[in-house]
């Protein structure tokens, strides 16, 4: 079970990670919600949030999750020194699932989580929780059914091209062979050329449109894509 802080406090991020990994959630921490945004946040169960942070906000961060049908669903608890219900109010009415406000007590905070948690993910859920979506600004992959979307409209395609881009968008930033594709996305009993690789990766940036050019080419090397 993954948790991510988002705040700019260094000393809050090692606090929160400290006592939620001592209940036995992996956590993970940023400081900024840029930084947040460029995770693949559908990793994660939860997200502790902060609301005063330089340039983007925790409620503006907020915002964008909520808008985004990859990231919707995340429950997000916000944990920040603004106090007052409009505040707390406003952070609510985003569709946050909690808001504790700092000084932190570890024991509220432990409780609350756990709290918000068995709400979200009720019936043994959390131990059978697995990622289903894969995500990259307007690209969103529903590894369940097998479905891509691109800026909220359904994109058709081929097995192979799901396959390849679903790869690669698990594993941002590593260059992979043909050899190496053709291994993990074509069935094992197939013989095919490694230009085949080539037609599919071709194939797929023209139907990515803007989102194409993350495909990158590494000559002499492979296919990545890159963030």
Known sequence: MKILVVDDELDICELLQYNLETEGYEVDTVNSAEEALALNLTEYALILLDVMMENMSGFQMAHKMKENPATAQIPIIFITALGGENHMVKGLNIGADDYIVKPLSMKTVKARVNAVLRRVYPHGMLN????????????????????VSLDHQELPCTKLEFELLSFLLQHPGTVYSREDLLKYCWPQDSFVLDRTVDV???????????????????????????K
Do not use: W
């Open 128 to 147: 059978e929780m697995s990622v289903e979506t894969v995500c990259y600004e307007g690209i969103v992959l529903d590894l369940k059914a097998k479905t």
């Open 200 to 226: 599919n990766i071709t194939r797929l940036r023209k139907k990515l449109g803007p989102y194409g050019k993350q495909i990158k080419t590494h000559v002499g090397y492979g296919y990545c894509f890159e």
